[in-house]
């Protein structure tokens, strides 16, 4: 199956699919070591090794459950993905996630972009049934940023992530494309 490769613009930035040469720049730019307040609100490690990254990176790029999508800043560095993965076609479902890198780059609504355009590809050209996420509750701005793109909650697995020493649940949220018709994308 030939794979789409999309390409979406906003202000300079650039959403666009991962490519193996992209492997050190997305090690170098974002993980050694990872923001830490992203960690924190991601409930991931900050400290990865280069060849745990790039090799989980490029096996991504060769799987056929999903799309990588990298968001490159007008300077040309890596700052963010936007992956749809664990696809099952028969289901005609997937999951979801999202990361700007950066928490200098949050809050200019880049990630409220990333999301939409993302959302709109899944249905529009994979013709998803179902696209489903998982978002800390120590991160309501991310929430938000999905709520504002028609996701719903489903249900929290309540103090499911020990963050600092804190529980923080795990909220499941979701869209089916009857919802993303009706919100006219």
């Known amino acids: 199956m030939d794979r789409m490769e999309p390409c979406w613009t906003m202000d300079g930035f650039t959403l666009r699919p991962g490519r193996p040469e992209d492997a050190e720049a997305y090690y170098a730019q974002n993980f050694c070591p990872l923001d830490s307040e992203v960690a924190r609100l991601t409930g991931s490690p900050a400290h990865f ?11 991504c790029l060769d799987a056929d459950d999903r799309y990588d999508f990298l968001l490159i800043a007008p300077d040309g560095r890596i700052i963010g993905e936007s992956v749809i993965n664990e696809m099952d076609r028969e289901a005609r479902s997937a999951n979801y996630r999202v990361c700007i890198f950066h928490a200098k780059e949050c809050g200019r609504g880049i990630g409220t972009w990333m999301v939409k355009a993302t959302r709109d590809f899944a249905f529009g050209d994979l013709r998803l049934h179902r696209l489903s996420l998982n ?3 120590i991160n309501p701005r991310a929430e938000r940023v999905y709520r504002n793109a028609g996701f719903r909650r489903e ?3 309540r103090d499911a992530v ?9 909220i499941l949220m979701a869209i089916l494309e009857d919802e993303w018709h009706a919100i006219g994308k």
């Open 49 to 59: 090794t280069r060849e745990a990254v790039v090799s989980f990176y490029l096996n």
């Open 135 to 137: 978002v800390l509750s």
């Open 155 to 157: 249900g929290v697995l």
């Open 162 to 170: 020990r963050i600092d020493g804190a529980y923080a649940d795990d």
